[in-house]
């Protein structure tokens, strides 16, 4: 055995992280029940985390390299993530309503325990895709091929746990539109990792977002959202649906730019990380 592993080390080294991630999911399979579920599903976030612990420990290493120490820097990019990632949906939303003549209203009567609810929910679910797709798998197999095979690698994976859904399936146009835009996501939320040097900040990009989807604006009037929209727009063509998906994504590939350029932004403003 001791001879495969020095042999394969880089093998090893991803069978054991599918393993460990693997029965961290199983474990928080049979602890996310019940009320504990419905109180604290912060399980499989948990133990995705000390499977990430373990891993780095059997290189000497620790979380500090995916930034996950508690430094006022590292701390500071999940609020700052999550800014940007609700402003960045709401600017692809009034993108789209620009483009179909969609209107947006504001809601009068705002249920502000269920939105803010909603940041606690949503929290577990984009932290464990983060550990899955942008953590310790991640940065190692950039260090053993590079940037780009690993976000092609990854992107693909992720948009495929989005669209391997029998309600995607059963939807065309649903189905398209995750096929592209998915991929564009992982695209920020890796940039914000490389970038940031932390995961804290594409957890924050990831929280925002979805948390823009469900309680910033919505296309119905629940009481659930800050915004709702009326006239939703359908698309009878082709053309006026690829139309919409190149604008909206569009405005994630322009901030996934800027934040690529995060070193000149420091550089020409004098500000140090």
């Known amino acids: 055995m001791k001879k495969i592993i020095s042999k ?51 290189e000497k290493k620790s ?35 620009l483009y179909t003549g969609e209107s947006f209203n504001i809601t009068e009567t705002i249920n502000y325990s269920a939105i803010l609810y909603g940041l606690y929910v949503i929290l577990p679910t984009v932290a464990v895709e983060e550990f899955l797709f942008r953590g310790y798998l991640f ?23 989005h669209v391997l859904d029998e309600n995607t399936m059963n939807n065309k ?24 040097k932390t995961l804290f900040f594409p957890i924050g990009l990831h929280l925002g977002n979805n948390w823009a989807t469900q309680h910033l604006i919505t296309d119905s009037n629940t009481g659930n959202s800050f915004l709702y929209i009326t ?22 590939l322009l901030v996934t730019s800027i934040i690529w350029k995060w070193d000149y932004f420091f550089k020409t403003k004098g500000i140090k990380e």
């Not at 199983?26 to 985390?49: C, Q, R, T, V």
């Not at 995916?66 to 990019?77: H, M, V």
């Open 173 to 196: 146009g649903m189905m398209i539109f995750l096929i592209i835009s998915i991929p564009v996501g992982h695209l920020l939320f890796a940039t914000a990792l490389l970038k940031s």
């Open 231 to 252: 006239n939703n727009a359908s698309f009878d063509t082709w053309s006026a649906f690829m139309g919409f998906i190149l604008i909206f994504n569009g405005v994630f």
């Open 139 to 161: 940065k190692k197999t950039i260090e053993k091929s590079n940037v780009i095979i690993a976000n092609i690698i990854f992107s693909i994976l992720f948009m495929l746990i």
């Open 63 to 97: 979380l500090r390299e995916i930034g996950l120490n508690f430094s006022l820097r590292n701390s500071s990019f999940l609020p700052l993530g999550v800014l940007i990632g609700a402003i960045t949906f709401l600017a692809a939303k009034y993108a789209r309503a």
């Open 8 to 58: 394969y080390p880089t093998l090893f080294r991803f069978v054991l992280a599918t393993v460990l991630f693997a029965l961290a999911l199983f474990l928080s399979g049979l602890i996310n029940k019940g009320d504990l579920k419905a109180y604290f599903p912060y399980a499989s976030a948990i133990l995705l985390g000390i499977a990430t612990w373990l891993l780095y420990k059997t």
